[in-house]
């Protein structure tokens, strides 16, 4: 059974840091990008989870506009991990955030699709005061 589980949220202070991890277990990931979504308090309803990072198999990167030069996505693979490190952490940053798995092994381009994504974690939540 496949299980993604996400830990390292809490609340911060505007202008701290938090680094979340997602252990992945069931499946070896090396061979698939690595995701962080968010979905913030009081979405629309419908709304997809928003894209913030990701990490391909060969270790390119993608971020949010907003969240490029603040925060730095990673990957253990053997530990079978993938981390987010938050610096510099704005309000509008509040959120739970979601690790995930690319349904497609060894994909040329990095999506930022949720529907691109198999394998979810729980969430962790991220609550930045101001």
């Known amino acids: 059974q496949v299980q993604l589980v996400e830990s390292g949220g809490g609340l911060v202070q505007a202008g701290g840091s938090l680094r979340l991890s997602c252990a992945a277990s069931?499946?070896?990931?090396?061979?698939?990008?690595m995701g962080w979504f968010r979905q913030a308090p009081r979405q629309a309803p419908g709304k997809e989870r928003e894209?913030?990072?990701?990490?391909?198999?060969?270790?390119?990167?993608y971020y949010l506009d907003s969240v490029k030069g603040r925060f730095t996505i990673s990957r253990d693979n053997a530990k079978n991990t993938v981390y987010l490190q938050m610096n510099s952490l704005l309000p509008e940053d509040t959120a739970v955030y979601y690790c995930?798995?690319?349904?497609?092994?060894?994909?040329?381009?990095?999506?930022?699709?949720?529907?691109?994504?198999?394998?979810w974690g729980q969430g962790t939540q991220v609550t930045v005061s101001s």
């Open positions: 995930a798995a690319d349904r497609l092994e060894y994909r040329s381009l990095i999506v930022d699709d949720s529907d691109y994504y198999d394998y």
């Open positions: 894209f913030v990072a990701a990490m391909s198999w060969s270790a390119r990167t």
């Open positions: 069931g499946r070896t990931f090396s061979s698939y990008t």
